[in-house]
C-alpha cells in the first residue's frame, strides 16, 4: 500500500508554507475551495507592468511604497503562480521582485544587502541561510503509523525555501535603499493615509452586507467564513487575509494620521482631525480587539510623547517582544493573571486566549526536541493524530510558528531583523543633541505595534518589512551621518596656511 502524507495546508497558519506540494493533501482536509475568476489571474499577472508604470510616473521611493502597499491592499489572496524549480510567485513576494528588477534595470539602482553593521549582516545572513540547514536535519519522514507518514524534507526544498526567505524580507532591502530619508519616510505616511481613505468604502460595504467583496471580484472567500463573525455582526475581510489584518492595517493608518496631524502644517490640520476621527470609527467597524487596545495605547504617545520618547518606548517594546519567547518557555510569564483579566472583559476572548496558550506550550515543546534549527516544512513542527494525520495543534503567532519550523536560530534571525531598526533608532535618539524626525518615530512606533502583535497573530506582511526597511535606512543614515562629523572636524583641523 502506497504511503500516505499529510503536509500543512497553505495559509493555515497565516504564513505560506515553502515546503507544499500541490499533488500531496489531506483526504479529509477542510481545504478551502478557490476556482478564482480571469480577473483574478490579470490582476496578478499584470501587476508587473503596474510596477513598471509606477516607476515610469513616480520617483523610486513612492513607486516602491505603491507596488507594494497597493498589491498587499487590493491583488487577490492565496493565489500564487507555480512555475517549476521557482518558488511561488503572489502578491506577497511577486510586488517586490517586479520592483528590484524594474529599478534595476531602468535605473540602474543595485540592491546592497551584506552593508551596514556586522550585526546587520549576521542577521541578514542567518535569515537567508539557516533554513538550508534547517532542511539537512529534517529528511528523514515522520513515521505516525505504518502507511501514513509526514514527508521528510529533499533537496529540492532546501533551495526553494532559501529562495523563499530571500523573496520574503527583499522589502526590507529595497526600503532600506529608497525609504531611508525624512522626506521618503513622510510620503510612507502619506500612502498608509491614502490607503484608508481607500479602503473606506469597501470596509463600509463589508461591515454591512458581510465580506463579499473578494467573492465578488475573485471568484472565492479566502478564509473560513466563521471568522467574519463577531459581536453580533461582520468584520471586514476586504483583499486580505483575515479581518485581523484588516483591523492592524486600519490602525497603521490611524497611526499615520495622528502623525502627520501633529506635523502640519496648520491649513491641513483641519482636514486630517476629520481623517483621524473616521480612521477612529472605521478601526471600530473592523471589529478586532487587539487593534482597539493598540490604538489606546499608542494615540497618546503620538499626540503627546516626543519623538525620541517615541523611538525609546518602541525600542523597549522591541525588547519585551525579543525576549518574550525565552520567558514563555521558562513559564516566567503570569499567564494565569492575563486570562483571569480577559475574563473580566468579555469570557469569549478569555477561552480563546487560553485556547492559544495551551497550543503554545504543546508547541514548544515539540520544538524542543529540534531546538537549533526546527521541524522545517510540512507542518513537521505540529502535534498529528496518529489514526488520520490531522493537526492536533493549532498556531496563530509569528513567533511560535517561526520556533517551530526554523527554531530557535530561526526565530532570533527574523526577529532579530525586524526588532534590530529600533534598536539602531534608540542608539541614535540617545546620542546628545540628537534630533529625530517625528516621521521615522511614528513609523518606529508602528513597526513596535506590529512587533507586539506577532506574539497572538502572524500579521507579518511585506508592509511590515517595508516599514522595517525604512526604519533600518533611516537609523543607518544617522549614523553615517553621525561619524562623518568628527571626521570632518579632524580633517578642518589638520589644515595649516604656508
Known amino acids: ?49 503596474v510596477v513598471w508604470v509606477l516607476y515610469d510616473r513616480m520617483g523610486p521611493g513612492r513607486a516602491l511604497i505603491w507596488s507594494v502597499l497597493g498589491a498587499y491592499m487590493f491583488l487577490p489572496e492565496l493565489l500564487r503562480l507555480d512555475l517549476p524549480m521557482l518558488p511561488d510567485f503572489d502578491k506577497h513576494t511577486l510586488p517586490a521582485l517586479a520592483a528590484a ?64 526567505q530571500g523573496l520574503y524580507v527583499l522589502p526590507l532591502f529595497l526600503a532600506r535603499r529608497d525609504l531611508a530619508s525624512p522626506e521618503a519616510l513622510r510620503d510612507l ?27 465578488w471580484i475573485y471568484g472565492y472567500f479566502q478564509h473560513d467564513f466563521a471568522q467574519a463573525l463577531r459581536f453580533g455582526g461582520f468584520r471586514p475581510f476586504v483583499f486580505m487575509p483575515h479581518g485581523l489584518w484588516v483591523a492592524f492595517f486600519m490602525l497603521c493608518c490611524l497611526m499615520a494620521s495622528v502623525a502627520l496631524l501633529r506635523m502640519g502644517p496648520a491649513p491641513r490640520r483641519p482636514a486630517l482631525l476629520l481623517v483621524f476621527l473616521l480612521f477612529c470609527a472605521l478601526l471600530v467597524i473592523c471589529k478586532s480587539f487587539g487593534p482597539l487596545a493598540y490604538a489606546l495605547l499608542a494615540l497618546p504617545l503620538l499626540f503627546v510623547a516626543t519623538p525620541r520618547q517615541q523611538v525609546l518606548i518602541a525600542a523597549g517594546l522591541a525588547a519585551m517582544v525579543m525576549l518574550y519567547p525565552l520567558l514563555r518557555g521558562a513559564h516566567l510569564v503570569p499567564v494565569q493573571s492575563i486570562v483571569d483579566f480577559a475574563a473580566r472583559l468579555s469570557e469569549e476572548r478569555a477561552l480563546s486566549f487560553h485556547f492559544r496558550l495551551t497550543n503554545e506550550d504543546a508547541l514548544l515543546a515539540r520544538a524542543a526536541e529540534r531546538p537549533l534549527f526546527g521541524w522545517g516544512g510540512y507542518g513537521r513542527g505540529f502535534l498529528f493524530n496518529i489514526e488520520t494525520g490531522a493537526h492536533l495543534t ?57 512587533l507586539v502583535d506577532l506574539l497572538p497573530n502572524a500579521t507579518l506582511t511585506p508592509l511590515t ?23 570632518a572636524g579632524a580633517a578642518a583641523g589638520r589644515r595649516t596656511v604656508i
Open 189 to 215: 505616511l502619506i500612502a498608509l493615509l491614502t490607503g484608508g481613505l481607500l479602503y473606506t468604502l469597501p470596509l463600509l460595504i463589508e461591515a454591512e452586507l458581510s465580506p463579499q467583496l473578494h467573492t
Open 394 to 450: 493549532i498556531a496563530d503567532g509569528a513567533w511560535i510558528i517561526q520556533i517551530g519550523a526554523y527554531g530557535w536560530l530561526g526565530y532570533l534571525a527574523e526577529f532579530g531583523l525586524l526588532c534590530l531598526p529600533l534598536w539602531l533608532m534608540a542608539r541614535e535618539a540617545l546620542v546628545r543633541g540628537a534630533r529625530i524626525a517625528p516621521q521615522a518615530a511614528a513609523l518606529a512606533l508602528m513597526l513596535a505595534f506590529n
Open 101 to 164: 528588477v524594474i529599478s534595476w534595470r531602468r535605473l540602474g539602482r543595485t540592491l546592497p544587502v551584506l552593508t551596514g553593521s556586522r550585526l546587520t549582516t549576521f542577521l541578514i545572513g542567518l535569515f537567508v541561510i539557516s533554513p538550508f540547514v534547517t532542511v539537512l536535519g529534517n529528511t528523514d519522514p515522520i513515521v505516525l503509523r505504518p502507511g501514513l507518514e509526514v514527508p521528510g524534507l529533499r533537496a529540492y526544498d532546501s533551495l526553494a525555501t532559501v529562495a523563499m
Open 1 to 49: 500500500m502506497a504511503t500516505e502524507c499529510f503536509p500543512l495546508r497553505a495559509g493555515v497558519t497565516g504564513r505560506r508554507d515553502p515546503c507544499y506540494p500541490k499533488a500531496c493533501r489531506r483526504p479529509d482536509e477542510t481545504a478551502l475551495d478557490i476556482t478564482p475568476t480571469p480577473i483574478a489571474w490579470i490582476a496578478l499577472l499584470a501587476w508587473p507592468a
Open 465 to 487: 518589512w517595508l516599514i522595517a526597511g525604512a526604519v533600518l535606512g533611516h537609523a543607518e543614515a544617522l549614523s553615517a551621518a553621525r561619524r562623518a562629523v568628527p571626521q
